[in-house]
């Protein structure tokens, strides 16, 4: 099978293309959105490997939580391709996706929300199989908790900004992000399973459905007017 995947929900932008196991990657850190890198990576992946577009049996993509713009970039992407080869389309959940590429067995998955939030979820790791202890939420910092049990790793870049409000793992990795080889990694089982979807049908995995705060509201979680 060969399958594209991309990863735009942080700043930390991939594409990967799997092909049977083995995995190619591009990418680059990026504070000013990804719209003009995306695709030509995915040409330069494909040029690489020499294979066509055609040859793409499905793509997937990080659906979030994330980035609202980094998120719409790669479900559009992907919603583009798929629509355009007549194939799958599959959303896959960039807090297993960052579990995934942290190497851990036991993830306390976090990313930066903004608005003093963060993402958050928990997994346990084995191989390439991510288990969900604790489903995707979104929360202030000081109201998250870790799942029971010891030897939980924090990891993501939510740990970056609000370490102090954050429950303390046993260790910290705050660098860890997802990375479109992890998105590929766990989409080509559910893919090989049947799991894709129509185009149309693809969508981001917001958790939060606000983008911003009224005033009264940033006040009231101490931020500025």
Not at 38 to 49: I, T
Not at 67 to 90: E, I, K, M, N, Y
Not at 126 to 146: F, H, N
Not at 163 to 169: G, R, W
Request: proline share 6%.
């Amino acid at each position: 099978m060969n399958l594209l995947a991309l990863e735009t929900s942080t700043r930390h932008l991939s594409v990967a293309l799997w092909r049977d196991g083995a995995v190619s990657v591009r990418g680059a850190e990026s504070v000013t959105g990804g719209s003009a890198l995306v695709l030509p990576w995915v040409d330069e992946l494909l040029a690489a490997a020499g294979i066509a577009m055609a040859d793409i049996d499905a793509v997937a993509f990080g659906a979030g939580p994330g980035s609202f713009t980094g998120l719409r970039l790669a479900c559009g992407v992907a919603q583009g391709l798929a629509c355009g080869l007549d194939r799958p389309a599959l959303g896959v959940s960039t807090l297993a996706a960052l579990a995934l590429a942290s190497g851990e067995a036991r993830v306390f998955a976090c990313l930066d929300a903004r608005m003093n939030e963060v993402y958050y979820a928990a997994y346990e790791v084995k191989g390439t199989t991510v288990d969900e202890i604790q489903a995707p939420r979104v929360a202030p910092p000081e109201m998250v908790a870790l799942p029971p049990g010891a030897g939980w790793v924090g990891c993501g870049d939510g740990y970056a900004s609000y370490a102090a409000a954050l429950p303390a793992p046993s260790r910290l990795r705050a660098d860890v992000h997802p990375t479109a080889a992890a998105i590929a990694e766990l989409a080509a089982p559910r893919l090989a399973h049947g799991e894709g979807v129509d185009a149309a049908l693809a969508m981001p995995l917001y958790v939060r459905d606000k983008v911003a705060l009224t005033t009264a509201e940033r006040l009231a979680r101490g931020g500025v007017r």
